[in-house]
C-alpha cells in the first residue's frame, strides 16, 4: 500500500469493487400480547380480591371524633397502643402506598397487604393515601375497623407520611405487648 490518500482511496475501491450491499431485512419479531401470570400469583390476586369482598363494606360508617387525627382502637388491643404508633415506638415493616388507585383497586391491595403481614407475623404496617381529593384517605379507616387483625391505627408519625399515612398495628401470634 502506498503512503498517499488519493493512493489508499483508489486502492480501497479497487479492493471493494465486487463487493455488493446487503439489502435490509425487513421480517419483525412477532409481539408477544399475552402477559404470562404464574398459578401462584393468580391464586394470590384471587385471595386478595375474597378478602376484601368479606371485610371491607363501603356502606358501612365508623365513628370517628371531629378532630384532625384519625385514630381507633379495638377493644382487643392494649390501651397504650395508639400511643406507642404516635410515639414511634412501632416501626412499620410493610409500606402499601395507595396513590392514584380507585377505591376498588386500593381495597384490594389493603386485603393483600393485610394477608401478607399475618403470613409474615408483622405487627405494624403504614399505609399512604397521600392528600389530593381526600377520597381514599377518608374511607381507609372505615376499612380498617371492620378487619379483626387490626387492632389501632393512628395518624402516621411525619417519618412514615404525616397526614397522608396511617400507622396500623395488627394482631400477631406473638404480641409485642
Known amino acids: ?15 471493494m469493487a465486487d463487493v455488493k450491499q446487503l439489502r435490509q431485512d425487513t421480517i419483525t419479531p412477532p409481539v408477544q400480547r399475552k402477559k404470562i401470570r404464574s398459578d401462584k400469583i393468580v391464586a394470590q390476586q384471587k385471595t386478595a380480591q375474597r378478602e376484601a369482598d368479606f371485610f371491607f363494606s363501603d356502606t ?9 387525627t384519625v385514630r381507633w382502637l379495638s377493644q382487643s388491643a392494649p390501651a397504650d397502643a395508639v ?59 372505615h376499612w380498617l375497623v371492620q378487619h379483626p387483625a387490626v387492632l389501632a391505627f393512628t395518624q402516621a408519625t411525619k417519618a412514615w407520611g404525616g397526614r397522608s399515612a396511617l400507622l396500623i398495628m395488627l394482631e400477631t401470634s406473638d404480641p409485642i405487648f
Open 60 to 68: 358501612f360508617e365508623a365513628h370517628f371524633d371531629d378532630d384532625e
Open 83 to 141: 400511643k406507642k404508633l404516635k410515639r414511634g415506638q412501632l416501626e412499620p415493616e410493610l409500606l402499601l402506598d395507595l396513590h392514584g388507585m380507585t377505591q376498588a383497586q386500593a381495597k384490594i391491595e389493603l386485603a393483600a397487604l393485610l394477608v401478607e403481614a399475618q403470613r409474615q407475623n408483622i405487627d405494624c404496617i403504614t399505609v399512604m393515601t397521600g392528600l389530593g381529593t381526600g377520597v381514599l384517605r377518608k374511607r381507609l379507616p
Open 1 to 15: 500500500m502506498s503512503d498517499q490518500p488519493e493512493d489508499q482511496e483508489l486502492e480501497f475501491r479497487q479492493l
